[in-house]
């Protein structure tokens, strides 16, 4: 029998598919706030402020998960690092906390921690020049610490891929696959990459670290070539593009991708899936 891995992307094309009938058939590889709703077998992350929602969730110390340029540095260097030796005034303070800029978990008995986003001298200049910000802003300003474990379950994209290439998480999410797991087939659930309309399609849209609804969608020709590859490094793996109209043309996200033509890719449709999951 074929060995099987599954990797879930958050595209709305597999909002009504049961993600725990998979489970018996092979292990599953997830996309960013996935964790939410449903615990895969390993979790990709790239993005800063989803890397550290996701650890300061505390997903990370029982869960094997992939982040990007997430660097230990030691305590004693956060004071430093954070305020850069630069004094503020009582109102800087106020919009400090006001803007909660600072997004961090609890410290506890951690000696290191991660840091991403600007130190608070440049981030209090922003704020001071845009007042006006838009409520609706979900993906606002900040500085996004997480205090970290030695018991934690995080690799670093560095330790699998040698040199990050600076993939989407997604494409990603496929290499640890692949890497880890050494599979005969992967398939790739909610992985739509383009959109039926104009506008976002991520089932998290409207969500802490996701853009809104009413955005245009994202283009996805990285997401295809990244894809393309993983498809040209692994050929001894059959890849197959799960879809709710397989590749019938029946809108977009099911439509043969140009740049995947003569490679070790299929298209499926959900019926089909569960039929080769029954086998």
């Keep these: 029998m074929a060995k099987r891995v599954f990797c879930i992307g958050n595209g709305e094309s597999r909002k009504d598919f049961d993600l725990e009938k998979l489970r018996s058939h092979g292990k599953i590889y997830g996309c960013n706030a996935l964790y939410r709703d449903f615990t895969p077998d390993h979790l990709s992350a790239v993005d800063m402020g989803i ?6 969730s505390g997903y990370c110390e029982n869960n094997p998960t992939l982040f990007r340029d ?9 004071e430093n690092l954070l305020w850069a030796g630069k004094n ?14 600072i997004n961090s978990n609890e410290r506890g008995e951690c000696e290191e921690f991660v840091m991403h986003g600007s130190n608070l001298a440049g981030v209090v200049e922003i704020l001071k020049k845009n007042k006006e910000r838009e409520k609706k802003n979900i993906n606002h300003t900040s500085i996004q610490v997480s205090w970290v474990t030695n018991t934690d ?5 560095n330790e699998i891929m040698g040199t990050d290439r600076g993939w989407a998480t997604g494409p990603t999410s496929g290499f640890a696959a692949c890497h880890f797991e ?20 991520n089932v998290y849209k409207d ?3 996701y853009g809104l609804s009413e955005a245009h969608k994202t283009a996805c020709i990285n997401w295809i ?3 393309k590859q993983l498809m040209i490094e692994n050929s001894h793996i059959t890849f197959y593009k799960v879809n709710t109209y397989a590749n019938s043309e029946k809108d977009k996200i099911s439509s043969t991708i140009k740049e995947w033509e003569n ?16 086998l």
Aim: avoid cysteine.
């Design 51 to 56: 890397m550290h929602e996701i650890y300061n």
């Design 182 to 201: 050494k599979p005969d087939e992967l398939f790739m659930i909610g992985h739509d990459l383009d959109s039926n309309t104009d506008k976002l399609n």
């Design 88 to 101: 503020y005034s009582d109102q800087d303070y106020e919009l400090i906390k006001k803007e909660e800029v």
């Design 225 to 227: 070539n990244q894809w």
């Design 153 to 157: 379950k995080v690799k670093t994209i």
């Design 207 to 209: 969500t802490k670290n």
């Design 70 to 78: 997430w660097n230990r540095m030691p305590g004693m260097m956060y």
């Design 263 to 278: 490679l070790n890719v299929k298209y499926i449709d959900y019926t089909t899936l569960d039929k080769m999951l029954e």
